[in-house]
């Protein structure tokens, strides 16, 4: 892991294969944005990269100023981007405190299909990944027909995840934003939570119910769990708490703590990885400029629905089974893997 930092303003890039011929991955502006955070995001990002069998490898950058500097540091580190996008070396992703348009000069020299971030990244990007992870979901808890669904962490692909689950005859009987958790018996209603994202953000928890506490929704009880609001949010006592589920599924990277992990493992919850439950996007970026936005949903339902059910099938369940293929493949043209798989401390 290499980082490298920026000469006009605090920010930095966490590169995880020195050699590979691409890497991207997200970036995040705060008041202090840590490296380990970024490390263990660019190696989520190496891992999907292996498991789709690409010589691609991870990234992750950071912004670092106070609010009032933001928008002067995020100019200034695109300004500094601009020999680093053209050969390859870093493509970003908006992530949080980073919009597209705030990437927009660099989009002309990404070799990705960056067509598909045009306009709202959340458009079309984000709708991938909330299929994947929702593809993901049906296959490893053997179908979301009759299912209840806990979305925790729902953003930017909630809309598309709980849209798609819903298709697959799930029930969602509870959300949590960064504001609160809402829940209902009777279930959530798709095209609401799409329009109140779309509305309020967050703040959509307010304006469907009375919210509780967003890691209230823990104590809710679900089926299959989607989580993803911060690294880590699943450590060993909340994987105890949702350890009667049938799948545990990531809709944010690196959800679980390798504590968390064995907890699960041994209630026999069914554990995608986030690296597999999240690659829609990448599917999307990479790859002929000419496919249609079905062509490219329908590669996802299938690439995913395939990869989640070889995984599933593994005698040590479908974590370490992606692990495994995606190490694999990195030993084909890696000398030495990178030390350290994707999850939280």
């Known amino acids: 892991m290499r980082i490298q930092k920026f000469s006009t303003t605090e920010a930095f890039i966490a590169i995880d294969l020195a050699d590979a011929e691409a890497s991207s991955g997200p970036v995040r502006w705060a008041r202090k944005v840590l490296q380990g955070g970024a ?16 010589k691609r490898g991870g990234a992750s950058a950071g912004i670092s100023a106070e609010g009032p500097d933001r928008d002067s540091a995020i100019q200034a580190f695109v300004a500094e981007m601009a020999d680093i996008v053209s050969d390859s070396t870093y493509l970003p992703d908006a992530a949080k405190g980073v919009s597209e348009p705030d990437l927009a000069p660099l989009r002309d020299a990404d070799e990705r299909d960056t067509s598909r971030l045009a306009g709202d990244r959340s458009s079309f990007v984000d709708r991938c990944d909330g299929l994947s992870a929702a593809v993901c979901a049906h296959h490893a808890a053997s179908g979301l027909a009759g299912k209840t669904v806990a979305i925790e962490g729902f953003g930017a692909n909630g809309p598309a995840l709980a849209a798609a689950a819903v298709e697959r005859g799930a029930t969602i009987t509870a959300v949590a934003t960064s504001t609160g958790t809402i829940s209902s018996d009777a279930g959530f209603d798709p095209t ?59 809709c944010g990277r690196i959800p679980l703590t390798a504590r968390a992990l064995a907890v699960l493992r041994r209630n026999d919850v069914a554990t995608p990885a986030d690296f ?22 329908a590669g996802i339902n299938e690439d995913i629905g395939d990869m989640t059910a070889e995984f599933k099938a593994h005698d040590d369940g479908p974590f370490l089974a992606a692990c495994l293929e995606a190490e694999s493949f990195l030993s084909s043209w890696q000398d030495d893997l990178p030390f350290g798989r994707p999850l939280a401390p």
């Open 39 to 54: 490390k263990d995001l660019a190696r989520s990002q190496t891992y999907t990269y292996a498991a789709l069998g690409m």
């Open 192 to 250: 609401a939570l799409a329009d109140g994202w779309a509305a309020s953000g967050p703040d959509l928890v307010n304006d469907l119910g009375k919210a509780g506490h967003p890691m209230s929704i823990f104590g809710s009880g679900a089926d299959v769990w989607f989580v993803g609001s911060k690294m880590g949010v699943v450590n060993h006592d909340v994987a105890a708490q949702i350890g009667e589920a049938s799948a545990v599924i990531a």
């Open 276 to 297: 597999v439950a999240l690659a829609g996007s990448t599917l999307a970026l990479w790859g002929d400029a000419n496919r249609t936005e079905a062509e490219i949903l």
